[in-house]
C-alpha cells in the first residue's frame, strides 16, 4: 500500500507584539521541531530559545515578527529562526551576549541563553533601527 510521505513544514511568519505572540511562535517552533524528527530535549530547547528572542522583542521593541523554517545543510535538517524588529536596537551587542548583562531589570540571561540553547546563532543590531537574529537548531 502506498502511503504519504510526512509533510514537510512549511515556513511560517508571525507577528510579535505580546506575551501570547511570544508562546505561541515558541510552540509553532516545536511543533516544526517535532516533524523534523527532535527529541522532546531538542524541541524544548528550541522553544524556549524562541521563546527567549521573542520575549525579547515584546519588550525591548514592542513589536517585530519571527520566521521558522526548515534549514538544509547538505544531508542535515533544522529549524531556522530568523528574528526581525526595529526597535531601538543594542548599543553594544557584545556586552549584551554576557551573561548577566540586561539594561531591563532582568537576570540577563536570555540572548546568552539562547546562543547555548541553538547550533548556530548570529545576531546584527543598529542602534536607532532595530535587531535581527538568526539561529538555527539543526536534527541530531
Known amino acids: 500500500m502506498l502511503f504519504d510521505p510526512p509533510a514537510v513544514p512549511r515556513p511560517v511568519c508571525v ?5 501570547s505572540h511570544a508562546v505561541a511562535v515558541a510552540q509553532l517552533g516545536r ?23 521573542a ?3 515584546v519588550k525591548y521593541a514592542q513589536q517585530g515578527e519571527i520566521t521558522l523554517e526548515v ?10 529562526v530568523t528574528a526581525r524588529d526595529s526597535g531601538p536596537g543594542i548599543n553594544d551587542v557584545e556586552q549584551a551576549m554576557r551573561d ?7 537576570l540577563g540571561l536570555g ?4 546562543r547555548r ?8 543590531s543598529q542602534p536607532g533601527c532595530g535587531t535581527t537574529v538568526v539561529m538555527t537548531k539543526w536534527l541530531a
Do not use: C
Not at 100 to 106: K, V, Y
Open 100 to 106: 548577566g548583562f540586561s539594561t531591563g531589570r532582568s
Open 55 to 57: 520575549r525579547n522583542i
Open 111 to 114: 540572548l546568552p541563553g539562547a
Open 71 to 80: 534549514a538544509h545543510d547538505g544531508p542535515r535538517q533544522g529549524v531556522r
Open 15 to 19: 507577528k510579535i507584539a505580546d506575551d
Open 117 to 124: 540553547l541553538m547550533d548556530t546563532f548570529t545576531l546584527t
Open 31 to 53: 511543533q516544526m521541531g517535532e516533524a523534523l524528527g527532535f527529541s522532546a530535549v531538542q524541541q524544548t530547547a528550541l522553544a524556549t530559545a524562541i521563546l527567549e528572542i
